[in-house]
């Protein structure tokens, strides 16, 4: 046998296909991590290569742009998805079973990636900031990933080891839950990793309420929460709040439909009807646009905790905030900002609006407390439970992509319906 043979033979350590493999793939965790860590806008090629000990040369071997390597990082992530559930439905037989394997396998990835023993996956966040035949490869690869979830779904139905749920709401419902799990498990003590994955199937299977009894959701009037008021007679400050506001509304979808780097002022401009002189008159800049866009969707979500005093009981207020924010998301008043392109805000800006998300995943954690201590609500995780439903809030704006929505307040109960009651039959 020659040294070529040798070399071509994929099974040898001299192979320079399963050098070339070995690589791409260390190219490739490395890269997703720092995505997932600091966003595409704010990593550089160079920053992926030092990273790396490689020069800028020896990358460009590899990928030649930023968006090539986006592009692959995310066909990765969903090729790893897709033969993961190969596994799971193999090695399990219900459609319950199963889901709750794409659960523990996620945690447990997650787990092996911190511990350098597995490679990082990159997190979907930035598929807007691709073009043409990338974005719409990737799309339709995670339109295959959500099919196949979601017939784990229906088959789980039809077998009986889930009861009957909608099933495309309760598909979005889990994989939105998982979307940010690289960000807040990076916080949790390493002995806690397993234990995490497990009250993520807790939840998943017996849900928030203690009871055999399925949970009614509550029948609360929003509209006096998000309605808009008008104009204040010939008020100017008001005048000019109500044009900030409707340009906070609009970027906000073009931001969370294109990413940052894909939403244009001029085309928000003349969507608005505005001339480019009154635009700028009021924005500053696409950076400054986006930071008050987040401020407004912080101003919104502390306005449905307010409201949601009034409720009874703990699991009655989580009720009213999680569907506040379904209803607000596919109102006229919102969407509230997709939280994928923060990584575009510079630090200090970005650590403003983190430290302000967390307070109010912390009242969602308060509120959760409460539930337990009045019995309204049984003894989960509430770390766990306050991430995978906050996550999966930032989720529900994609609703409308997989299903109709005539009656939006009966997909909001069919939405939340897994976490609230579990997937188990009761």
């Not at 419902?173 to 916080?187: A, D, E, K, Y």
């Not at 008050?292 to 009034?310: G, K």
Request: glycine share 6%.
């Amino acid at each position: 046998m020659t040294d070529k043979d040798l070399s071509d033979n994929a099974g040898s350590p001299f192979s320079r296909t399963a050098q070339h493999g070995a690589k791409r793939a260390a190219i490739l965790s490395q890269a997703s991590r720092l995505f997932n860590l600091r966003g595409s806008r704010s990593t550089t090629l160079l920053d992926i290569a030092g990273s790396l000990g490689l020069t800028k040369t020896s990358l460009y071997y590899y990928v030649k742009t930023k968006e090539e390597l986006i592009f692959q990082c995310y066909l990765s992530a969903l090729d790893k998805q897709m033969r993961g559930l190969d596994q799971i439905e193999k090695r399990h037989r219900s459609g319950l079973e199963r889901l709750q394997a794409v659960y523990r396998d996620h945690f447990f990835d997650c787990r092996e990636a911190l511990e350098g023993r597995r490679t990082h996956r990159a997190a979907l966040l930035e598929i807007a900031s691709l073009k043409g035949r990338r974005r719409h490869q990737v799309e339709q690869q995670y339109i295959q990933l959500f099919l196949r979830i979601r017939r784990f779904v229906q088959e789980g139905i039809a077998e009986g080891s889930i009861r009957p749920v909608e099933s495309s709401a309760v598909t979005l419902c889990l994989i939105g839950s998982l979307q940010w799990t690289f960000n807040w498990i990076r916080t949790v003590p390493p002995e806690r990793l397993d234990a995490v994955g497990e009250a993520a199937c807790d939840l998943l299977v017996n849900g928030l309420i203690p009871q055999s009894a399925q949970y009614r959701f509550g029948d609360f009037d929003f509209s006096a929460l998000y309605g808009s008021s008008g104009l204040q007679g010939f008020d100017r400050k008001s005048q000019n709040q109500m044009k900030q506001d409707a340009f906070y509304k609009t970027a906000t979808r073009f931001f969370n439909e294109r990413g940052f780097a894909g939403a244009a002022l001029d085309e928000i401009a003349e969507t608005l009807e505005v001339t480019k002189g009154a635009f700028y008159y009021h924005i500053k800049n696409k950076e400054d646009l986006l930071y008050n866009c987040y401020q407004r969707s912080l101003e919104m979500a502390r306005r449905q905790y307010d409201a949601a005093r009034v409720c009874s009981s703990g699991l009655e207020r989580l009720d009213y905030v999680c569907r506040a924010a379904f209803h607000v998301q596919n109102s006229f008043d919102g969407p509230m900002i997709r939280y994928n392109s923060i990584t575009a805000l510079p630090a200090p800006r970005r650590r403003k609006i983190v430290a302000a998300t967390e307070a109010l995943n912390n009242r969602f954690g308060q509120t959760l407390r409460d539930g337990i201590e009045d019995g309204s609500v049984r003894n989960v995780d509430v770390e766990t439970t306050q991430e995978l439903i906050s996550s999966a809030i930032n989720a529900s704006m994609d609703l409308p992509m997989w299903r109709k929505m005539e009656d939006v307040d009966q997909a909001s109960r069919e939405y939340f319906d897994c976490f609230f009651n579990g997937l188990k039959p009761r």
